[in-house]
């Protein structure tokens, strides 16, 4: 059984930091490509930062600069570093495995941790 556990949510200041984490079993994490979504009521679920298999990243526009994604596969932990925070943030944050296998995709997701910026 597939379950990833996020975890660093909270509410924090305009200009403040959060660290999220998520923890994964019942996968191979080594051979997963990992992200991070965000979603607000009323909007489609968006991506916000990705890492490979092997390590390589990317960001949404919106969080380039301050937002840092890392994983330690020995820990099967894919983290988001927050820095620089602002109330456009505030948003339900869940975490993502994917591996694409013969064509098909494997897509798993966390139940989500909530982010909220306010002053």
């Known amino acids: 059984q597939v379950q990833l556990v996020e975890s660093g949510g909270g509410s924090v200041q305009p200009g403040g930091s959060l660290r999220l984490s998520c923890v994964a079993s019942?996968?191979?994490?080594?051979?997963?490509?990992m992200a991070w979504y965000r979603q607000t009521p009323g909007k489609q679920r968006e991506l916000v930062a990705s890492?490979?298999?092997?390590?390589?990243?990317s960001y949404a526009d919106s969080v380039k600069g301050r937002f840092t994604i890392s994983r330690e596969n020995a820990k099967r932990e894919v983290a988001l570093q927050m820095n620089s925070l602002k109330p456009e943030d505030t948003a339900v944050y869940y975490c993502n495995s994917h591996r694409a296998v013969n064509g098909r995709d494997m897509d798993n997701w966390g139940k989500g941790t909530l982010v909220t910026v306010s002053s």
């Open positions: 019942g996968i191979i994490f080594s051979m997963y490509d």
């Open positions: 890492i490979t298999s092997g390590g390589r990243t």
